[in-house]
């Protein structure tokens, strides 16, 4: 047992090895040494060559082996520590928690899987067939199957699991992959709220900068009998993290606390008096998380909480008109909202007689800062100013290709006709 504990430890070292060598640098023969990183969330093999000296004293492989012990060490401590009491894991479904009484939990803290942005359980494959092999034996009835059970019930959004072996049209995969992923998530969120108890918090931790993605979680709360009480965004991703460096990502994650929705709320309109509200609440938050050094980006996806504090204090939302009102709607107002307060702290004097394209363009360098993003930033930002991306390619301000938007330069949009 001692010599694979020692195994085990070593192929913690070499993952934490393998995880700070993997920021490479390459020579260019004009920019001198440039530095790379994977942009993937997995840690695929490649030849190249690492920062660190691998076997010198003190650093390398030594000092992976060093901080792994010592974060062992400290786990040990715990289970000893003053006021440790004994806890039950069970593992199982999120979204059927028979074992679990009606009312009979005060706090239900989930962190959800953030719709496509990481396919777990086929990530999981790379590190089950090496626990298997090395911890198979203690528990053979964790590591019964071949690969990872991955079966239709993993809340993610995989376009490959609705394709139906690539007869259906991937539009069509796409559309069903997200209405899966925001069914399951419901499905959760609906147990949750039959084993909280009637004063009991859900907290949720959720990172994306789709709006399509944060719509979809909050369909899923307030469908679930949920309303949202308070946010408070964490920066928790490295800006080295592998798939985070040299991106312009949401480097934060938003902790939502929801309560279950009081009965009798009634309905609210959608109207003068509440979309100012969210606007409001939009601006004051974006300058609050820019003080506190949030990146544009996290400025941005935090709204979406406060705005949802205000959208979410009644049964349902109406217009003037009767009509049910979305989530996007609302979220779109906040959006709008941190864009217009942008725009203003760029030009001073206002933004009077400033056209759509430039306003568009002082967007994407101020919030994105960069000249080339995907399709759904570029969409949101050209929400903000009343243009669609098209409408921008024909423009001849932007050139796209796939999910990826660019920005043209100036020589890329002289022309030589009018």
Not at 160 to 185: C, S
Not at 254 to 282: C, S, W
Request: aromatic share 8%.
């Amino acid at each position: 047992e001692i010599g694979e504990a020692i195994v085990h430890l070593l192929a913690l070292a070499l993952d934490k090895f393998a995880d700070f060598s993997s920021r490479l640098t390459t020579w260019h023969p004009t920019r001198g040494v440039v530095g790379h990183t994977f942009q993937r969330h997995d840690f695929s093999f490649k030849a190249t060559h690492a920062e660190m000296a691998a076997c010198v004293a003190g650093s390398g492989l030594a000092w992976a082996i060093e901080c792994v012990a010592e974060a062992w060490q400290k786990l040990a401590k715990l289970p000893r520590a003053n006021g440790a009491r004994p806890v039950c894991i069970t593992y199982g479904d999120a979204a059927n928690l028979l074992h679990l009484d009606d009312g009979s939990v005060t706090a239900v803290v989930v962190d959800p899987p953030y719709a496509d942005n990481v396919q777990y359980g086929e990530l999981a494959d790379f590190f089950y067939v090496w626990l298997k092999r090395t911890q198979g034996h203690r528990r053979p009835e964790w590591f019964s199957t071949y690969l990872c059970n991955r079966e239709e019930e993993e809340a993610v959004v995989n376009l490959a699991r609705h394709r139906e072996n690539g007869i259906l049209p991937a539009a069509e995969a796409r559309k069903r992959a997200h209405a899966f992923y925001e069914r399951r998530m419901a499905e959760v969120f609906r147990e949750a709220h039959r084993v909280l108890r009637d004063d009991g918090v859900l907290t949720v931790m959720f990172t994306h900068k789709q709006q399509s993605a944060w719509e979809a979680l909050f369909r899923s709360l307030i469908g679930s009998g949920f309303t949202v009480t308070a946010t408070w965004p964490v920066q928790t991703e490295s800006q080295h993290s592998l798939h985070q460096a040299r991106k312009n990502a949401a480097q934060s994650t938003v902790i939502l606390a929801a309560r279950k929705q009081l009965p009798g709320a009634g309905v609210g309109y959608f109207n003068h008096q509440m979309t100012d509200e969210i606007r409001q609440v939009a601006r004051d938050t974006a300058a609050r998380l820019q003080e506190e050094g949030l990146n544009p980006v996290d400025q941005l996806v935090g709204t979406f909480g406060p705005a949802m504090e205000v959208f979410t204090r009644y049964d349902e939302v109406r217009a003037d008109t009767g009509e049910p009102v979305s989530v996007a709607q609302a979220i779109q107002v906040a959006a709008d909202a941190v864009a217009e307060w942008r725009v203003e702290r760029l030009a001073s004097r206002g933004v009077k007689g400033v056209d759509p394209e430039s306003r568009f363009a002082l967007l994407c360098w101020d919030v994105l800062g960069a000249a080339e993003f995907r399709f759904n930033e570029a969409m949101l930002l050209g929400r903000a100013v009343g243009m669609d991306v098209a409408s921008l390619v024909e423009a001849g301000l932007l050139a796209r290709t796939g999910d990826k938007v660019r920005l043209l330069s100036a020589r890329e949009r002289r022309r030589d006709e009018p």
